[in-house]
């Protein structure tokens, strides 16, 4: 007795095998292609220079992407510092106006802050 398991994987090699047999057994007498020297444009870099190999091309666009993704971090975070330097200095100025407001309300000293008072 043959498992079903068993059944579907010979059925399975029988159907690889029929379908790989012309394949590999047609002899071709065509050579491997040899890297083309002409100076077509690499459209990918824009030079004039032969095109690299699979592996240079992959790793150049993996070069491209983290100088990219490396921008995107510094983009980001010099726009987070500016926020941040902006929110203190209008902390800082809210705060010294409260103070020379506070100061000018008690009367202890006449308010040192250029920023009009609001009433």
């Known amino acids: 007795m043959i ?13 690889l095998s029929m379908a790989m ?4 057994l047609t002899v071709s007498d065509a050579e491997a ?14 030079t004039g220079a032969t095109p690299h190999t699979g592996t ?8 491209a992407r983290t100088e990219r993704r490396q921008e995107r971090r510094n983009a980001r975070t010099e726009r987070r510092n500016q926020r ?5 200095q ?4 809210r705060t010294t106006g409260r103070a020379d407001r506070r100061q ?4 202890t000293t006449p308010p040192t802050s250029s920023t009009p008072q609001q009433h």
Not at 56 to 63: A, H, I, L, N, S
Not at 84 to 88: K, L, Q, S, T
Not at 104 to 107: A, C, D, S, W
């Open 3 to 15: 498992s079903r398991r068993r059944a579907f994987s010979i059925l399975g090699l029988a159907a």
């Open 33 to 46: 292609q040899q890297p083309s020297t002409t100076t077509a444009q690499n459209p990918q870099t824009g």
């Open 84 to 88: 941040r330097e902006a929110r203190n």
């Open 104 to 107: 000018q309300r008690n009367g």
């Open 90 to 93: 209008r902390r800082e100025e």
């Open 56 to 63: 240079e091309r992959r790793q150049e666009r993996r070069t």
């Open 21 to 24: 047999s012309p394949t590999v």
